[in-house]
């Protein structure tokens, strides 16, 4: 079915929880297995027809933040989604107390229970208020910057709209862009600031009324880890900080040589050509049919994902006004359904998000028949494997995107890839500083990230953008606000990724085998043991981030010598 056709009815929240408790009431009487399963797949199915409507309403709501009947739906889930997961937690309860616990493990999967206790304690009746208050700040930070309107180049642009130009190829314009984008966020610091405040009270409410020492370890219960705590993740932060950042830093210097510049500011970073980067030869509509072509070849499956994508109109990507920012992916349940949400603006970062959320999709849609709904996406530190491995999986089809640039593309992509990492774990330290001392003002909290940005990103240059250079920069990551400790996920999977690249240019074929095989197998384990099933090693191994550090900045080396010699052809 078409995405607009599908019917949205908002749910009856007291039909549906006196549904809801009477088969719960049913599962935990029962007398036999048999008859537990079948509770379970009638809250299963329960559940899916709730997610399913809140999915389209969030869906529409962020195609345009603007239209009243969608942000009234958007207010509805934000003010009853607390309600709907504490019946979820109260099943949760159930399944772990069952007398078939053992036979229940057996049909269904041990990561379902490990999730079941990772979630009983991040949710009760007594902080439903505050959670409701969470979801209405998140939601107003996310309309806030939907909201911007910038005079720009004889325009009115939004966020995206100005961004695009962060990769002109004049670099004065460039400049210009960095101003009117963060001059946005200048004139709006005491609203974002005033979000965030209360953010970060109110989830360190839930996490006292909850039982926990801080809203760090109510912040990781919710992100479901079971493999790692936050001190492997400060471990790895540090090894970030030996192996990664003087890499990093020796990029940039080679990065500013060709640039032609005596250093990368920050609105140089995106740039890797002084002639500008590779974009996209064609309009949304002539990448879709090239991305079309790019996936037929690449394999049957995801010849056959694209075609259901492109048909039944799952992907919403070109930037407009009232839209709201980023990209994402998210499951219609009950039409086995990937939804692929971005902002193109005419620039090579479109074809990086149309892969990354591509490989999202692709994994929740090879996931659709799963038994249970906690498994359509693994946890979010496994489905970024996915994502950032598609975007290298692709790499061999960019002549169809770039013809004539695929090789400065893919120079840029490897660069850009890499350098992300050290920005992502300050992401993450600004994160755990943040958490770990809730009274801080939001001045103090300007003063950390400046500080913790000169930690791991001591290149950076902000040339004069007062705002930016004050320590304002965090505020633009829109994890911060929306999804605590998401974002060590994405530097995680990225050093997953590399080994996927490095993989498939031995053996392209076996690699992307390995790669279905680790999609099909969706959120039915854990982060790590994802990553073993995959043939990869642990992002946690030192030895590993070492050889992945030294692997990128020789091929760069080589890469740069080539484009910039004889122009010989990269291998792809």
Partial sequence: MKFQDMPYARPEMGIFSSLFNDILKKFNSAISLEEQVTSMKSLIKLRNDFETRAEIAQIRYTQDTRVKEYQDE????????????????????????????IELEDKFGKQLFRIAEKTVNTINKEVLDD?????????????????????????????????????????????????????????????????????????????NRLGYDDYISLGYDRMLRT????????????????????????????????????NVNYYDENVTFKEGNAEPQGDPEWIIEQAGKMYNELSTETAEFFKFMNENDLMDLVGR??????????????????????????????????????????????????????????????CEIHSMSMEFFTWPWMDLLFTGKENQYRFSHLLQSFLFIPYGVAVDEFQHEIYANPEMTAADRHLAWKAI????????????????????????????????????????????????????????????????????????????????????????????????????????????????????????
């Fill in 74 to 101: 958007q207010d509805f889930f934000d003010a009853n989604k607390p309600a709907y997961y504490e019946l979820v937690n109260q099943f949760y309860k159930s399944i772990l107390e069952s007398k078939f616990r």
């Fill in 131 to 207: 959670l409701q208050i969470e979801n209405k700040l998140s939601t107003g930070y996310t309309k806030l910057l939907a909201s911007a309107k910038i005079d720009f180049e004889g325009e009115q642009r939004n966020l995206s709209g100005v961004g695009k130009f962060l990769s002109s190829a004049d670099r004065e314009l460039r400049k210009k862009a960095s101003k009117a984008y963060f001059g946005f966020f200048e004139d709006n610091s005491k609203e974002l600031d005033r979000i965030f405040d209360e953010l970060v009270q109110t989830r360190n409410r839930i996490a």
């Fill in 227 to 262: 493999d790692y705590d936050r001190e492997k993740v400060a471990q790895f932060r540090d090894m970030v900080q030996k192996h990664i950042v003087p890499v990093a830093s020796r990029l940039r210097k080679m990065q500013a040589e060709m640039l032609g510049t005596d």
């Fill in 321 to 382: 006004p009232g839209k709201a920012g980023g990209g994402y992916c998210t499951m219609i349940s009950n039409y086995g359904a990937p939804f692929i949400f971005s902002n193109f603006n005419g620039t090579s970062a479109d074809i990086d998000v149309l892969t990354h959320e591509a490989g999202h999709a692709f994994q929740c849609y090879l996931s659709k028949d799963m038994s249970v709904p906690e498994y359509f996406f693994p946890t979010y530190d496994a």
């Fill in 453 to 572: 940005e000169e930690k791991y990103l001591p290149h950076r240059d902000f040339d004069g953008i007062p705002f930016a250079e004050k320590g304002g920069f965090w505020q633009k990551q829109g994890h911060i606000y929306k999804s605590p400790f998401y974002y060590i996920d994405y530097t995680l999977a990225q050093l997953c990724a590399f080994q996927f690249l490095f993989k498939a240019e031995q053996d392209q074929e076996k690699a992307f085998r390995d790669y279905v095989r680790l999609c099909k197998a969706g959120g039915s384990m854990s982060f790590l043991e994802l990553v073993d099933y995959a043939g990869l090693k642990s992002p946690f191994d030192e030895d590993m981030i070492m050889h992945i550090s030294q692997m990128v900045e020789s091929r760069l080396i080589i890469q740069q010598a080539e484009l910039q010699g004889s122009g010989s052809e990269i291998s792809k």
